[in-house]
């Protein structure tokens, strides 16, 4: 065995993990020619590290020697760590023995820059070929797009991966100045707009015909580390709504900063601010498919999402003329404002009352969140209504019945 | 009425044998359940299904034309193994026989709703298998896995294992119902084996370098976890303990 290749993996993946996107799904790449693997349908999570994450990629850096000093990356030049490299033939054979095995669903692969931004995704553009050419590698292959690298390369890597994603990492350009001086929002955004205005055309082609050939069929992302610079919830959220709709962006990650290095450009937390987190991603799936817009959630008065509390509660405390939504007659829109039903129990609903009215015993078998819905509901006599409530009572209410319960961190890294 | 206790052969077939009986005779059953299952029922008529293809391919085909889907979904709830799977399926069949679009979309009828949960249980179990199988490579170049899943759902995981490994030979072995599914470059066949604990592969048996990728993936799996964040009731959440003897990366 060799042990260097050993000791290099267990760098480079460490190195890798603080990148929290593991989607391995959205593509449409099909085994043709009895190759290896096939990137279709919903992206599985092989195993969950300890922390409760999903395992869904060998996710690594090719190397962690990096020029920049970013104060909130555990690779930055200043830090005291061990560095190493892959050579491009050892990423590969790691990356067609862990998927012939079943362990992975692909590569997830990024890298520190070494010389400058156009060798180092030249390096990563060239593993993700020789997968694809000469292994006949039809799994999933996420490619991070260094900023700065010239369009020619980010074309390239588009005909080669499943999803790219160049990150944000601050969610202002302000901060993102103050605790990574050589990095700049333009940097960031070229290569995003680059990307998104191909991927528009990859998309306009494919309904022409259907044998276009792909291009980041899985789409891209990127990533904002919270909790590191002061931004607002509300900041960050109009954020991710503007890189939704304006870039197109298929998913916006958010990492809890974890503090990394003692770098006095960032505060000094003592524990990863995961709650922030989880109503961060609570906050945007709302937005994705719930039909939440960005400033229903927050807004400038209230700038930040209420920890205690899952923020579809705080939009229905704070607008108790919404309710009650009569299951029996309301849109499906509607219904899925209600606090404790989610998109699965708001189908079930509309379906199953075309075939007769709704009551509370069906209801609660359901699957929905019935000690949270019923506080939000008519038509199924059920007397318990927000009216009757003062929005502050029914608050403590809330709070007290589902959410200390539910303290832990919730999985929504999918 | 008369009480009727079918028994049948365990079969698929000798369950949609045993509904065409119970149809032809208008004998409504009180229980559908296989030879080996025990009935405390003493005072019930007893018929014997015996299996004909011929009827349960009319009962099939008929189920089929009514909804495709559907039916494929009445055998996923036969896979479930759960006792109550013959009368419920049965009961589900009178649904469609009657309005075949109420039997996927009115959540307030209890059988419908049930099956809806046993689907469930059924896709999360194969989506389980999807990512918990873990190949090992033999010395002969065959990629075999054990598995001891909740439910019998070899029959369904197969196809993504083909489109997936397409040019390498595999076997994924059921060690719980034992009985397993090899690939061999063209097409997939159900097989038994001899061997008394499939199980346990002796290391002479396995491809040179077999250890070493287990050794690189538990050391992947170990090093991208963050200490910081440590959660072991969501990991154990997704990740039950039962599953773990054919983790690599948790032994």
Known sequence: ?414 | MNETIYVYDGTFEGLLTAIFDSYESKRRPTAIQPHDRKSPQLFAEVADVFTDVKKANRVAKKLETLDKSLFKNLFRVYLSEHDERELLIYRIVRIMLEDSSRAKSDFRHPDILRMKEILKEIRREVHRMHAFVRFQRLADDIWFSAIEPDFDVMPLIGSHFKKRYADQKWLIYDLHRGYGLYYDLKKTDFVELDAKSPGNLSEDLLHHEEKDYQALWKEYFDSVNIKARRNMKLHIRHVPKRYWKHLFEKL
Not at chain 1, 117 to 139: S, W
Not at chain 1, 232 to 241: A, G, Y
């Open chain 1, 1 to 414: 065995m060799n042990e260097r290749v050993r000791e290099k993996l267990s760098i480079l993946s460490d190195a890798a993990k603080y990148d929290v996107s593991c989607a391995s799904s959205g593509s449409k790449r099909k085994n043709t020619n009895k190759g290896l693997g096939n990137a279709t349908g919903m992206g599985i999570c092989h195993s969950y590290t300890e922390d409760g994450r999903c395992v869904s990629l060998l996710k690594i850096l090719l190397t962690n020697h990096c020029i920049f000093d970013c104060a909130y990356c555990v690779s930055r030049k200043s830090n005291d760590v061990k560095r190493a490299a892959f050579t491009v033939k050892e990423v590969v054979d790691l990356t067609i023995n862990f998927y012939r095995r079943n362990y992975i669903e692909g590569l997830f692969l990024s890298s520190g820059i070494f010389k400058n931004a156009d060798f180092t995704m030249e390096r990563l553009v060239r593993i993700a070929k020789q997968l694809r050419t000469e292994h006949k590698f039809n799994g999933y292959i996420h490619l991070k797009a260094i900023p700065g690298a010239s369009e020619e390369l980010l074309h390239e890597a588009g005909l080669y991966a499943d999803r790219l994603s160049v990150n944000l990492e601050l969610p202002s350009e302000k901060s993102l100045k103050r605790i990574a001086p050589e990095k700049n929002y333009k940097e960031v955004y070229d290569p995003m707009n680059y990307l998104s205005e191909k991927i528009a055309d990859y998309k306009t082609e494919k309904r022409k015909t259907k044998s276009a050939p792909l291009f980041s069929p899985g789409g891209q992302s990127t990533q904002l580390v919270v909790g590191a610079s002061p931004e607002s919830d509300f900041h960050i959220l109009n954020l991710s709504k503007s890189l939704y709709q304006d870039q197109k962006l298929k998913r916006v990650y958010y990492s809890g900063y974890i503090p990394v290095s003692n770098d006095n450009r960032l505060p000094a937390l003592i524990n990863p601010p995961l709650q922030r987190e989880h109503r961060l991603y609570q906050a945007d799936w709302l937005m994705r498919f719930y039909g939440f817009d960005a400033n229903e959630i927050v807004d400038e008065t209230h700038p930040d999402l209420d920890l205690q509390l899952d923020p579809k509660v705080g939009w229905a405390l704070r607008n108790p003329q919404f309710f009650p939504v009569d299951v029996n007659t309301a849109p499906y829109e509607a219904i899925l404002r209600v606090p404790g039903i989610g998109v699965k129990s708001a189908m079930m609903i509309v379906k199953s009352r075309r075939h007769g009215r709704l009551r509370q015993e069906h209801l609660r078998k359901m699957g929905l969140v019935w000690k949270r819905a019923k506080y939000f509901i008519s038509g199924v006599d059920q007397g318990l209504r927000i009216n009757d409530w003062k929005p502050e009572r029914l608050r403590s209410q809330l709070i007290s019945t589902t959410v200390l319960k539910n303290q832990g961190q919730l999985n929504l890294f999918g």
